[in-house]
């Protein structure tokens, strides 16, 4: 699976803009709706619930909030990079600042395990987040996320 599998163009957010994590959640559940057409409060409800269970925040500026959704018929993903860090609670206490969403059917079992392994590479990848961090522009983001080569390396 490549993040160009699960992550298109409109997919990307240059510059989020969240003074908090719920807010941060909030947004990025309104830009998933548009993406899946589902409805934006099943889609946060689906986000709170997972972060209830511990947080996403990975470490070193990074988040992978995800879930599971009834009738959802393919994996979507976001990515937005924030304006300004945030406390998301992540494991290493740190800011995050790098947000990669996943939703997945609710029926995917290897499927949602496989994204979600292949973004954490991504995202631990320092050479990555960093050129990430350093542009503000959603095509470039998107190349650099979706770039075959970057993530194989990762």
């Known amino acids: 699976m490549e993040i160009a599998d699960i992550l298109t163009p409109p997919g990307v957010i240059a510059n989020l803009r969240a003074a ?9 559940a309104k830009r998933a709706a548009q993406l899946t057409g589902k409805h934006e409060r099943t889609i946060f409800e689906v986000l709170l619930e997972r972060e209830r269970l511990g947080t996403t925040g990975i470490g070193h500026g990074t988040a992978i909030p995800h879930g599971r959704m009834p009738d959802l018929l393919q994996l979507h993903a976001l990515f937005a990079r924030l304006e300004k860090p945030i406390d998301f609670e992540a494991i290493d ?48 983001l998107y190349a650099l996320l979706t770039d075959r080569a970057a993530s194989h390396a990762a």
């Open 20 to 28: 908090n994590k719920r807010q941060a959640l909030q947004e990025l």
């Open 93 to 140: 206490g740190q800011p995050v600042d790098l947000i990669f969403l996943l939703l997945t059917p609710a029926t995917s079992g290897a499927d949602h395990l496989k994204a979600l392994a292949r973004i954490s590479r991504l995202l631990r990848d320092k050479t990555i987040c960093e050129k990430l961090r350093g542009t503000d522009r959603a095509d470039a």
